[in-house]
């Protein structure tokens, strides 16, 4: 069974930046896609960013430029790394793992998740 557990959230003010760590145990991570997601209150779960076993990168539009997504395949972790930080980050963030080969941006494409870290950018 493989287990996601995610670090890192807090409460940060506008234009700073914070790191989120996930690390994702029991199964072989450098075969999935792992992705961050967030859900704000009243609104769906939406995408982030995720990163490919091969390397590749993809970032939704509102993050970009801003959030990189790295892992690190030896320690079985990937790191949401976020700068500039604007209030409507304000989210639970969430990391997943694709072990069944899908490497799509919708929650349905990811088979496992953890509880979820808090981020809440206020001034």
């Known amino acids: 069974q493989v287990q996601v557990v995610e670090s890192g959230g807090g409460t940060v003010q506008p234009g700073e930046s914070l790191r989120l760590s996930c690390v994702a145990s029991?199964?072989?991570?450098?075969?999935?896609?792992m992705g961050w997601f967030r859900q704000a209150p009243g609104r769906e779960r939406e995408f982030v960013a995720i990163a490919w076993k091969g390397g590749y990168r993809l970032y939704s539009d509102s993050v970009r430029g801003r959030f990189t997504i790295a892992r690190d395949n030896a320690k079985n972790m990937v790191i949401l790394q976020m700068n500039s930080l604007k209030l409507e980050d304000t989210a639970a963030y969430y990391c997943?793992?694709?072990?069944?080969?899908?490497?799509?941006?919708?929650?349905?494409?990811?088979?496992?998740w953890g509880q979820g870290t808090q981020v809440t950018v206020s001034s």
């Open positions: 029991g199964g072989t991570f450098s075969g999935y896609t």
């Open positions: 997943a793992a694709s072990a069944s080969g899908r490497t799509g941006t919708l929650a349905s494409d990811y088979d496992y």
